[in-house]
């Protein structure tokens, strides 16, 4: 089992940043990679980032690349998301999530463990 616990949401102007948190408990280091999906109301769960729990290889959706980086401490089994430059079509509720097993990084369905999200509103 993992636990994932998301913090760091919240209102900000567009342009702003905003660093989000998702702290991992138990099974971690079975874990093979960790992301941050998003979800906007009416909307389907779409990938943001993702990072490879071992050896810190990251993948972005086209949408955040150059605006959004993903990062881990491994030593406080946490992962980050600092967002910069933000629009406010990133307005969503963001979800950290785990996968403990050999998968992609870009589908929901690939992943077997998730937060509960953090709201982050960006305000035009």
């Known amino acids: 089992q993992v636990q994932l616990v998301e913090s760091g949401g919240g209102l900000v102007q567009a342009g702003g940043s905003l660093r989000l948190s998702c702290a991992a408990s138990?099974?971690?280091?079975?874990?093979?990679?960790l992301g941050w999906f998003r979800q906007a109301p009416g909307k389907e769960r779409e990938f943001v980032a993702a990072?490879?729990?071992?050896?810190?290889?990251?993948y972005y959706a086209d949408s955040v690349k150059g605006r959004f980086t993903i990062s881990r401490d491994n030593a406080k089994n946490t992962v980050y998301l600092q967002m910069n430059s933000l629009k406010p079509e990133d307005t969503a509720l963001y979800y950290c999530?785990?996968?403990?097993?050999?998968?992609?990084?870009?589908?929901?369905?690939?992943?077997?463990?998730w937060g509960q999200g953090t709201q982050v509103t960006v305000s035009s």
């Open positions: 138990g099974r971690i280091l079975s874990a093979y990679a």
């Open positions: 990072i490879t729990w071992s050896g810190g290889i990251t």
């Open positions: 999530a785990a996968r403990t097993y050999w998968s992609g990084n870009y589908y929901p369905h690939e992943y077997n463990y």
